[in-house]
């Protein structure tokens, strides 16, 4: 299965920068993808940014964090990185990493990946 281990939260002024780690150690068929979510208080848990981590690194963003964010793979160590700029007091949050990944090549043939979260990373930005 896939752990993800996150790291890299923490409290920052508006407009500074914060960059989130998430590791992933796995003994599966593949990773398809690896990728960030956030839940602030009293909202859902949406969708910031993700990675392909096969041939082609295909990204993805919300548009609230688009030209502010940038999310990186290193395919190596399972491992993707959160670069967070020009932080504002709305990206305050609990960071969730999500890794999504097949168990044997019938899974990987069938296109229906599994979920792992990791257990989330707080980021507080003060105005």
């Known amino acids: 299965q896939v752990q993800l281990v996150e790291s890299g939260g923490g409290s920052v002024q508006a407009g500074g920068s914060l960059r989130l780690s998430c590791a992933a150690s796995?003994?599966?068929?593949?990773?398809?993808?690896m990728g960030w979510y956030r839940q602030a208080p009293g909202k859902q848990r949406e969708l910031v940014a993700s990675?392909?981590?096969?041939?082609?690194?295909?990204?993805n963003y919300a548009d609230s964090v688009k030209g502010r964010f940038s999310i990186s793979r290193d395919t190596a160590k399972n491992t993707v990185y959160l670069q967070m700029n020009s932080l504002k007091a709305e990206d305050t949050a609990v960071y969730y990493c999500n890794a999504q990944y097949f168990t044997s090549f019938n899974e990987y043939a069938n296109g229906r990946p599994l979920d792992a979260w990791g257990q989330g990373t707080l980021v507080t930005i003060s105005s």
């Open positions: 796995a003994t599966v068929f593949s990773i398809n993808g």
């Open positions: 990675i392909s981590m096969t041939t082609r690194s295909t990204t």
